[in-house]
């Protein structure tokens, strides 16, 4: 699987990691940046080079870091299609794919360790969406709203 890795100067350590562990993992990589931690940038801009290269279909999947990682999760899933899931445990993890067909794996680099981060790495990318008619009818509920908040949009300009 195509899994591109982003982040801001707080997530960019834990990136490199996880980086790393998706290769191993067997995993083509695409890292869309920061490539420091030195200069404080903008996670907005990470969430939307992330966002914009699984929209468009070049990786299946991503992770996307910044320091709390709610920043990250709340600019990546104004990108049409993107279901992004800010999760600190390995249920939520798995589950948002399974469930959700989650296709952002968002993490907090101040508020979870590397062990975990990797744990919870290696389940979301492990897991499938099950494709059950209860959870393909939820789905198809949030696509709707989202179309229907960028029709709306697209009449505003």
């Known amino acids: ?18 980086k790393n562990l998706v290769h191993d993992l067997g995993h083509e990589v ?3 940046g920061t490539q420091s931690d030195q200069a404080p940038d903008d996670y907005p ?8 290269v699984v929209r468009e279909g070049r990786a299946e999947r991503g992770i996307l870091i910044c320091g709390s990682g709610v920043g990250a999760s709340v600019a990546a899933n104004k990108i049409p299609g993107i279901r992004a899931g800010l999760c600190h445990d390995s249920y939520s993890a798995h589950q948002g794919v399974e469930h959700d067909n989650m296709n952002v794996l968002v993490l907090g680099s101040r508020v979870i360790g590397e062990e975990l981060a990797g744990e919870l790495a290696r389940v979301y990318l492990a897991a499938q969406f099950s494709g059950e008619d209860r959870h393909r009818r939820r789905l198809e509920k949030v696509h709707r709203i989202e179309a229907r908040f960028m029709k709306g949009a697209a009449g505003a300009s």
């Open 1 to 18: 699987m195509k899994v591109v890795v982003g982040a801001d100067h707080a997530g960019f350590r834990l990136k490199e990691r996880l």
């Open 30 to 32: 695409i890292d869309v």
């Open 45 to 52: 801009d990470f969430a939307e080079a992330l966002g914009s």
